[in-house]
């Protein structure tokens, strides 16, 4: 499998804490990677640093086989998009979803408008009665397919997915999850998934990265969750905590 | 067992400009000195159920129902002092968020002060002495160093033991918990538990765990009430989870993706209007 994104040794500094410490992974072309651990483990870090949203210490970052330097070009952002947690927070609550999707066409020069959003909100299963509404008329799982339909609109290679369902109900979080694989079938994408829920990582993801304190604690594949087959004591609290609650 | 609470047809609605909204629809149940679990999604009226109980709704909104009584006083026509004597002392509240929850200018000692000396004549002393106590009970390692930290100075997860010192100090017959884990980590997620599990155990308090999380709930609680759409659909034992009847609540627990289980895609709801009716 050729790789698509690879990180190699990644450090971020926020003055004098250290949010990442030496992290590398390797994600082929078409895998879905999942990246788990419990808030300021470093995973939505990890995450930001890639897309170029905070700033890097030291360390290499490399999509598809092209080392990326401090300044991401066009090019970079058509190839990697972003979906984030809170769908209340990242759409602009003053622009109806036809403006909202029309924004990264014109940053990336499209010329067939008109087609590609009908078809970006056919595609998260919305159908053109939304086109015309403000974010405040939607639902939250209505949002985060807006906000999905934005991020798969300029047709990207690799979506990273910083918590995309975990403001959502367990009902709607069901129908995002399987319209989230459904794209990465149907458009062959690569994924980068944080999530603090183990379950949904291990639904989503071949392979994921448990991590804590910004570092890589363990790698392991998805499978080996399932048989229970962990070498870390800290992967198997997570999976303990994970089964609910035991009266001792 | 003799009922400390009674609920009869419980309803809840807010006036808004496009009419009138039913969030909670007739509610009835019973508890005793028990755990009781409240289920349902976003906007099922799980929450405002348990603010209506305890008094809190907006002011806007309208509460109506055949019963509500809390160890033989009547809620509905209990003159409003008389309410807010029990509000904090015979019943407590936990919320969701100790960053939205917690006065950001007062030190947790004396939050936790203050609403002991609210209910109870206590000297400064006693009361400073008995939230010591309370904050090592919540199993708080350093409680003098804590009992002098300010909200935004520690972690969420010690901030919600804080939060609980503070609702269990006036020593509470009926606690209501509304989702008191939910921002929280997994794993101290569970510490937290353990914490309020002890306590209603020790102290034979009546619970009710409001939660979006059916299977938490089920794990934590005596038995659970489903809610839909402002109503209950279903009522059951905890450990009859398994042998849920009504579809919501089967969909519901079949929708949660599992660790050892390969299901693609997902089950999904398929909401039936007449769940609603």
């Given at each position: ?248 | 067992m003799s009922a400390l609470l009674e609920v009869e047809d419980l309803r809840v ?11 909670v629809?007739g509610v009835s149940f019973s508890l005793g000195r028990e755990r009781l679990g409240i ?6 009226g799980k929450s405002q159920t348990g603010r209506a109980i305890m008094g809190l709704t907006?002011?806007?909104?309208r509460v109506s129902a055949a019963k509500l009584s809390f160890d033989g006083l009547d809620l509905m026509s209990l003159p409003g002092k008389q309410r807010r004597a029990l509000r904090g002392n015979r019943i407590a509240m936990i919320l ?16 936790i002060?203050?609403t002991l000396r609210t209910h109870e004549k206590v ?7 008995r939230?010591?106590?309370m904050?090592?009970a ?25 939060m609980i010192a503070m609702m269990l100090i006036a020593e509470p017959e009926l606690m209501i918990a509304d989702?008191p ?15 309020l599990d002890r306590l209603v155990a020790d102290r034979g308090m009546g619970l009710i765990f409001i ?6 709930v089920?794990?934590f609680c005596d038995r659970v009430i489903?809610m839909?759409?402002?109503?209950v659909?279903?009522e059951?034992k905890a ?39």
């Amino acid at each position: 499998m050729t790789s698509m994104l690879r990180v190699d040794q990644l450090n971020v500094v926020f003055d004098r804490f250290q949010a990442l410490r030496g992290v590398s992974l390797d994600v082929g072309q078409g895998e879905s990677f999942g990246l788990v651990g419990e808030s300021g483990s470093g995973k939505s870090t990890l995450l930001r640093a890639i897309a170029g949203l905070v700033p890097v210490a030291s360390g290499t970052i490399a999509v598809g086989g092209q080392k990326l330097g401090k300044k991401r070009d066009k090019a970079f952002y058509r190839k990697v998009q972003m979906v984030f947690q809170d769908p209340y927070g990242s759409l602009h609550p003053r622009q109806t979803v036809d403006r909202l999707l029309q924004e990264p066409l014109a940053i990336h020069g499209f010329s067939d408008g008109e087609q590609r959003i009908r078809r970006a909100l056919d595609e998260v299963g919305l159908g053109s009665g939304f086109r015309f509404r403000y974010s405040h008329q939607l639902s939250g799982g209505q949002r985060q397919r807006v906000a999905i339909a934005r991020a798969l609109i300029v047709e990207p290679s690799i979506l990273l997915l910083d918590e995309p369902t975990s403001a959502l109900d367990a009902s709607v979080q069901a129908e995002v999850l399987n319209l989230l694989e459904q794209v990465r079938r149907d458009r062959e994408l690569t994924f980068l998934m944080v999530s603090h829920d183990l379950a949904v990582i291990a639904h989503m993801c071949e392979r994921l990265m448990v991590m804590q304190n910004g570092e890589a604690v363990e790698s392991l594949a998805a499978t080996s969750l399932a048989t229970r087959d962990v070498s870390q004591h800290y992967t198997r609290r997570l999976l303990k905590a994970s089964e609910g609650f035991v009266r001792t | 067992m003799s009922a400390l609470l009674e609920v009869e047809d419980l309803r809840v609605t807010f006036p808004t400009r496009t009419g009138v909204v039913e969030a909670v629809r007739g509610v009835s149940f019973s508890l005793g000195r028990e755990r009781l679990g409240i289920v349902g999604e976003s906007g099922s009226g799980k929450s405002q159920t348990g603010r209506a109980i305890m008094g809190l709704t907006p002011p806007q909104a309208r509460v109506s129902a055949a019963k509500l009584s809390f160890d033989g006083l009547d809620l509905m026509s209990l003159p409003g002092k008389q309410r807010r004597a029990l509000r904090g002392n015979r019943i407590a509240m936990i919320l969701q968020d100790p960053k939205y929850s917690l006065d950001p200018v007062m030190t947790i000692g004396r939050q936790i002060m203050e609403t002991l000396r609210t209910h109870e004549k206590v000297g400064k002393t006693e009361a400073r002495e008995r939230t010591l106590q309370m904050l090592e009970a919540v199993q708080i390692r350093d409680p003098k160093r804590v009992f002098d930290l300010h909200p935004h100075e520690v972690s969420g997860g010690m901030g919600q033991r804080a939060m609980i010192a503070m609702m269990l100090i006036a020593e509470p017959e009926l606690m209501i918990a509304d989702e008191p884990t939910s921002a929280l980590d997994v794993t101290v997620q569970l510490d937290v538990l353990n914490i309020l599990d002890r306590l209603v155990a020790d102290r034979g308090m009546g619970l009710i765990f409001i939660s979006h999380d059916l299977r938490l709930v089920s794990s934590f609680c005596d038995r659970v009430i489903v809610m839909y759409a402002g109503k209950v659909v279903e009522e059951l034992k905890a450990s009859d989870l398994g042998r849920a009847e009504h579809p919501y609540t089967r969909g519901l627990l079949d929708c949660m993706p599992r660790i050892d289980a390969d299901r693609h895609p997902l089950p999904v709801l398929d909401r039936k209007p007449e769940w609603a009716a």
